[in-house]
């Protein structure tokens, strides 16, 4: 059975409705991100990290998997698929992919600030009084600016097994998540849906790309059908 990686980012889940920073400047639901997504915005003032991510979780129970989700968890059924995702929001679990990675972390995930592999599932509101079973203050499960990725090398050496690489919402500027596709096997079929697709370094090197110059809901489809006939 053939292995289809799929990268995905930030532009999947907005079709969703779930705002991204890149849609405003660096502006993050009308924050500066390196106020609430860097450790020095929680050290200088965790009251606002803890309340700004309250209400992305909140958020996140409002809306629902779109048909890019959904075309993608279709391919299990044909596939031995990976999603490496750089969304921390839960829709392609929702919507029925079974094997995920969280390149930075997930929203519906804290853990310790004393043990950082004391993780536990949250769906509600955390505030300062949360704490470890060692007395450890939770922060959000997140992946902030400036702090290292551990899934990393997790994720390339996934990706360095596919036969088939997809690359959907995401500009591919943010390093070193963007860097992922250079780990890909030589002349390797990649498919890169983007409305407004930008070519890295990496892509720019590839031998065997094409890019489907859609919003996710509408070239995943096309793509996840084409994917299915050539391959049943």
């Keep these: 059975m053939k292995k289809i990686v799929i990268l995905s980012g930030a532009g999947i889940s907005a079709e969703s409705g779930i705002k991204t920073f890149r849609d405003a400047d660096g502006l993050w639901e009308g924050h500066d991100v390196m106020e609430v997504a860097s450790p020095q915005g929680w050290n200088k003032n965790q009251e606002l990290v803890q309340d700004f991510y309250n209400q992305r979780r909140q958020q996140l129970h ?47 995930k804290v853990r310790s600030t004393k043990n950082p592999n004391l993780i536990y599932d949250w769906t509600g509101d955390l505030t300062d009084q949360d704490q470890c079973e060692l007395g450890g203050q939770l922060r959000p499960h997140i992946v902030w600016f400036g702090e290292d990725v551990p899934e990393l090398p997790k994720a390339a050496k996934i990706t360095s097994l596919a036969d088939i690489l997809i690359i959907v919402g995401t500009s591919l500027q943010v390093y070193p998540a963007a860097s992922l596709s250079a780990y890909a096997k030589e002349g390797i079929p990649i498919y890169y849906v983007d409305p407004k697709p930008q070519l890295n370094y990496e892509l720019n090197q590839a031998e065997n790309l094409v890019v489907i110059p859609e919003k996710g809901t509408v070239g995943l489809r096309i793509l996840v059908d084409q994917l299915i006939k050539e391959h049943s």
């Design 62 to 108: 409002t809306v629902q998997p779109n048909e890019g989700h959904k075309a993608l968890a279709e391919l299990d059924a044909h596939f031995e698929v990976c999603v490496i995702t750089q969304n921390v929001d839960d829709l392609h679990e929702r919507a029925g992919s079974k094997r995920i990675l969280h390149l930075h972390g997930e929203l519906l």
